[in-house]
């Protein structure tokens, strides 16, 4: 049965859609420019070309997948276990945050390539480089994040709760930490693509496996596009991660603004 007009015409106004119109015609885009500007593959490999090779390295492609998801999925949780309470630290002491903010904000600017190497010196050519690198990468994110998500509290709902005689951890529980969900949230979503970015680093310095390593060998030897195809399965590993903390914010938070449908109709 055809669809009726106002069916299409929400078909295509369907969230999951648009993005995907977006990316057809970014690839559009780009295979005119080839064609155009008479781009030599050696430089930039045509669409057809990675999407070929896509097809036939799939196998290769997600059994190097593996090994990097895991580092990057180890290393985000530790993001999130060891930011979360150092951010409550930062929050509940200001001693701690005298001497151990600054600190953190400082070692941002430590080049974590620089770092990496020191790693594979330390612990050898294995996983734990790599889970270490996503960590230090996906770490400040979390802190920063939930620290402005505590900090924001409002001082009248906190003095209340005073008033109402509860103690520091009803407080916590029932006031702070609700109120600092959205904003760890904000900054998990973040920790988690750069996770990724952490891991092909750590398979950057020391690795022979993980898509890192693909990489890396395609650009020695100028398969452009194997390099390309390896990407875009970074891309998928981080979409997926990132729509995963998504689900998990909807279920967590359905009550904040950010997670209400009539939110998104408005906009």
């Known amino acids: 049965m055809a669809l009726s007009q106002g069916a299409w015409y929400r078909w295509l106004q369907a969230g999951w859609l648009k993005p995907l119109i977006f990316l057809a015609l970014l690839v559009v885009l780009w295979d005119l420019a080839i064609r155009v500007l008479h781009i030599p593959p050696y430089q930039v490999p045509a ?30 949780i530790l993001s999130a276990l060891f930011g979360i309470p150092m951010a ?5 002491s200001r001693t701690v945050e005298s001497y151990v903010y600054p600190l953190l904000v400082f070692s941002q600017s430590i080049p974590k390539i620089a770092i990496a190497p020191l790693f594979v010196v330390w612990f050898g050519f294995g996983m734990m480089p790599k889970v270490l690198s996503a960590f230090l990468l996906g770490f400040f994110p979390v802190v920063v994040s939930a620290v402005q998500g505590f900090k924001s509290v409002e001082p009248d709902m906190l003095d209340l709760a ?9 407080i916590f529980r029932m006031v702070s930490l609700p109120h600092a969900m959205p904003a760890i949230f904000s900054g998990l979503k973040v920790s988690v693509t750069l996770a990724v970015v952490g891991a092909v680093v750590g398979e950057f310095v020391g690795s022979n496996s993980g898509l890192g ?19 875009i399965v970074l891309s998928f590993i981080g979409v997926i991660l990132f729509w995963v903390l998504d689900v998990i914010e909807r279920f967590a938070i359905p009550w904040h603004a950010s997670q209400r449908q009539d939110f998104f109709v408005a906009a």
């Open 47 to 76: 669409p057809k070309d990675v999407l070929i090779t896509l097809a036939e390295e799939w196998p290769m492609l997600l059994s190097q997948a593996v090994p990097t998801t895991t580092a990057t999925v180890q290393g985000f």
């Open 88 to 92: 409550m630290l930062i929050v509940g």
């Open 162 to 170: 005073r008033a109402m005689e509860a103690n520091r951890w009803q």
């Open 213 to 231: 390593f693909v990489l890396q060998r395609s650009i020695g030897n100028f398969e452009l596009p194997t390099m390309f195809a390896a990407l």
